[in-house]
């Protein structure tokens, strides 16, 4: 058995050779005397042309009268032609239906919208967009791997059920197997968790970088890339309940060498896209966002700017006419914010850094200043914020004093105190959010069409 994408590797080899197929028919065309059939496998973008002739192929009828979608093992010989459209097809010899497809098959040669497609999860993959989307998805991931694993992070499995809130914000998915009905309660009136599961609350995670510091406090770089939950009520295009985050930790490091690390990270992820999927990019160029290529090329081959927060607000305050929400020294930015800097002043990514304490997570360096943390977000063009991180509080009191400040239990946190007290020493990371990356590299515009089974509000099929 062939895969489609070998057949297009490696067709001189191949040519006049009798090869098997499985797939999934894209169009089925009938004229008669011969029929044409374009079979996807999905090993890659490309579509094979199948060539059937009604006088040589015994159940031509049969084949031709099937449905779109159908399973087919198709054996042929492999026929280079130059001239056509497509480099090569195959010339049937024999076609067995594997499984037949529904008349209602939903996927028709037309294109359908987006939010048509997103009722049905379970097909899209099969349309040329979700397949692209989906086979970049992957290539970026294996990107991922390769560019931490080649500077020697090790890779290290955070766990998704914690009972540790890292951003502290609230946004926790809880994890329990009390009986909601008749929960037990303490004699003071709160939920009495140590009959639960794990005899304390736990959580789904929302970012594996406490876990992630404790790996660095030994192996000195390590990444994590895995699920993260949030329960965050924000319906938009680019939150989901369900996301995957990368999450390096480097132990001897400050922030310069976060942003830096960051944006070779990104600048690899784009070159190694770009180089593998050209098919899949050539087609997000064309039909989803034109333009794109050659703006990831510049991304990939120029310097991303760098702001501190003070000053990307004085920027921000002299335009306050153009937003619903103003900017102030100490607001948090928005995403209209974001953009703003991104795609009017800067028109490239850039990190902003230095945000005030107030806005940032517990965990985060304070500066002399004694305002602000060293911190830094990366914001793209189209999106806004796809990275968060910053330099970590290695000083024992600083960090136990600002857990005491911000009314958190200093108990919960005792593990990650130890660390200070154990050979402490400076060290940041980051948080990119894979989604967004992915969409930043298709150009498509909605996180719900870079999840295969899109986890939202009020949204969990399958
Ligand atoms: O800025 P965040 O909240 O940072 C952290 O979680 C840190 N603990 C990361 C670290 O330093 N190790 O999230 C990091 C990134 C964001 O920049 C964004 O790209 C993505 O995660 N993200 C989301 N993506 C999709 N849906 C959501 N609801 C997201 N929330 C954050
Ligand atoms: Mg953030």
New binding site residues.
């Given amino acids: 058995r062939t895969v489609i994408a070998a057949l297009f590797a490696d067709q001189e080899a191949l040519s006049g050779q009798t090869i098997t197929v499985c797939g999934w028919a894209r169009t089925i065309r009938d004229m008669k005397t011969f029929g044409f059939i374009e079979l996807n496998d999905g090993s890659c973008f490309k579509n094979l042309q199948v060539v059937m002739d009604a006088n040589t192929l015994d159940n031509y009828k049969e084949i031709a009268g099937q449905n779109v979608g159908a399973a087919l093992i198709v054996t042929g010989t492999v026929v280079l032609t130059p001239q056509a459209k497509q480099p090569l097809e195959v010339k049937a010899v024999s076609i067995a239906v594997e499984g037949p497809s529904a008349p209602d098959y939903p996927l028709q040669k037309k294109r359908h919208s987006v939010e048509f497609l997103r009722t049905i999860q379970h097909l899209r993959p099969r349309t040329n967009l979700f397949s692209a989307a989906f086979r970049v998805r992957s290539v970026a991931a294996h990107a991922i791997h390769c560019f931490f694993q080649d500077r020697g992070f090790v890779y290290a499995h955070t766990p998704i059920i914690t009972a540790a809130d890292?951003?502290g914000a609230g946004e926790m998915f809880q994890v329990t197997t009390l009986d909601l009905a008749n929960v037990p309660m303490t004699e003071d009136g709160q939920v009495d968790y140590s009959q639960d599961f794990f005899g304390k609350k736990a959580s789904l995670t929302?970012?594996?970088?406490l876990n992630?510091e404790n790996f660095a406090m030994a192996f000195g770089n390590v990444y994590t890339f895995g699920p993260?939950f949030?329960a965050?009520n924000?319906n938009t295009a680019?939150?989901?309940?369900e996301?995957w985050?990368v999450?390096p930790?480097m132990a001897f490091a400050d922030l310069n060498d976060y942003m830096n690390t960051a944006e070779d990270m990104i600048k690899y992820i784009i070159r190694f896209v770009m180089e593998r999927c050209p098919d899949e990019m050539n087609f997000f160029n064309s039909f989803v966002d034109k333009g794109l290529k050659d703006r990831l090329e510049h991304v990939a081959s120029s310097d991303f700017g760098r702001v501190s927060y003070t000053e990307a607000v004085e920027l921000l305050k002299k335009v306050n006419d153009k937003f619903d929400y103003k900017v102030e020294w100490g607001c948090d930015l928005q995403t209209e914010h974001e953009r703003y800097l991104t795609e009017q002043v800067f028109k490239k990514p850039v990190f902003v850094t230095d945000y005030p304490k107030e806005i940032k997570?517990f965990y985060m360096r304070q500066n002399d200043d004694g305002k602000t943390v060293a911190a830094a977000?990366c914001l793209v063009p189209g999106i806004g914020?796809?990275?968060?991180?910053?330099q970590r509080e290695e000083r024992l009191d600083v960090l136990e004093a600002r857990i005491r400040e911000l009314g958190m239990n200093p108990e919960d946190y005792k593990y990650y105190c130890d660390l200070r007290r154990y050979g402490s020493c400076r060290h940041a990371?980051?948080?990119?959010?894979f989604?967004?990356m992915v969409m930043y590299l298709t150009g498509i515009g909605n996180?719900r069409d870079v999840e295969l089974h899109p986890r939202t509000v009020g949204n969990a099929e399958f």
Avoid: K, N, P
Avoid at 238 to 241: I, K, N, S, T
């Fill in positions: 890292c951003e929302v970012s594996g970088q992630a993260t949030r965050e924000s680019r939150h989901a309940a996301f985050m999450e930790e997570a977000d914020e796809i990275i968060g991180g910053s990371g980051y948080g990119l959010g989604e967004r996180i």
